[in-house]
């Protein structure tokens, strides 16, 4: 294809001079040519391919999104839920996640910070470690579908989170049904991995109400009611 363009060039060129005979002039106009090539290049290059560069990402996001709504109205705020009877000092951290409608950029920011590095106090039972394994498992499918969606290549945090919480899944299983009498040093091991899905879980939980409240302020008024941190959530609006 490129020799076919620049030998069509040649020809138009040959042409042009066969028939008008001005060199002096189709020179000009070559060398002008060449002088704009550089413009061209900047509008095309760096501008018009940011656009549309720009508008692949939206899409991207937007299908990333609703891959995230999706394991939230499946299974993480269920997850959230459960993971408070394992937090001794949860109270101390569901003001602080407890967003609202007059939430602004910088108090999602600072609840998104005080998620990852929050001194979480964990204590495994053998009771609460059986029926969050057994809500593991019965999602354990739809946890390899998400991880298997090629949109969530480019969400670094979303995927950690997947990771952390199938690493606990897996953790659960290979452990005895009753999960009694285990050594000290495994529930110890067992209340880590809980802490480090529920700090990525609480995290993107918050990053995700933030993208309603922005894009979908209809969704985002039902995230607000159902929020697991706040203090009473329900889908109910009360007067």
């Known amino acids: 294809m490129s020799l076919a363009l620049v030998g069509g060039s040649i020809v138009l060129y040959a042409t042009d001079f066969l028939v008008f005979g001005r060199p002096r002039e189709i020179a000009f106009g070559l060398m002008d ?52 009877l394992f937090v001794d000092n949860a109270a101390e951290l569901a003001p602080r996640l407890a967003f609202t409608a007059r939430w602004e950029k910088a108090d999602f920011r600072r609840a998104m910070e005080t998620a990852r590095t929050f001194a979480y106090q964990v204590h495994v039972a053998p009771a609460t470690l059986r029926d969050l394994r057994g809500c593991l498992l019965n999602n354990r499918g739809f946890l390899l579908g998400l991880l298997e969606n090629p949109n969530l290549l480019e969400h670094e945090r979303f995927t950690d989170l997947l990771w952390a919480v199938f ?73």
């Not at 290049?41 to 999706?70: H, P, S, T, W």
């Not at 991995?193 to 409240?213: G, T």
């Open 167 to 239: 690493h606990l899944v897996e953790e659960l299983e290979m452990r005895p049904e009753s999960l009694e009498r285990l050594p000290a040093a495994d529930y110890a091991h067992l209340a880590g991995d809980v802490k480090r899905a529920y700090s990525l879980i609480a995290s993107e939980w918050l990053a995700y109400a933030q993208h309603l409240q922005v894009s979908y302020p209809f969704l985002f008024s039902l995230a607000v009611r159902i929020n697991p941190f706040g203090a009473d959530p329900s889908p109910v609006i009360q007067a």
């Open 33 to 84: 040519n060449i002088a704009f090539l550089c413009i061209y290049i900047l509008v095309v290059v760096f501008v018009v391919e940011d656009v549309l560069a720009r508008r692949e990402k939206q899409a991207m996001l937007k299908k990333m999104n609703m891959v995230i709504g999706a394991f939230f109205s499946a299974l993480g705020r269920d997850l959230l839920t459960k993971f408070v």
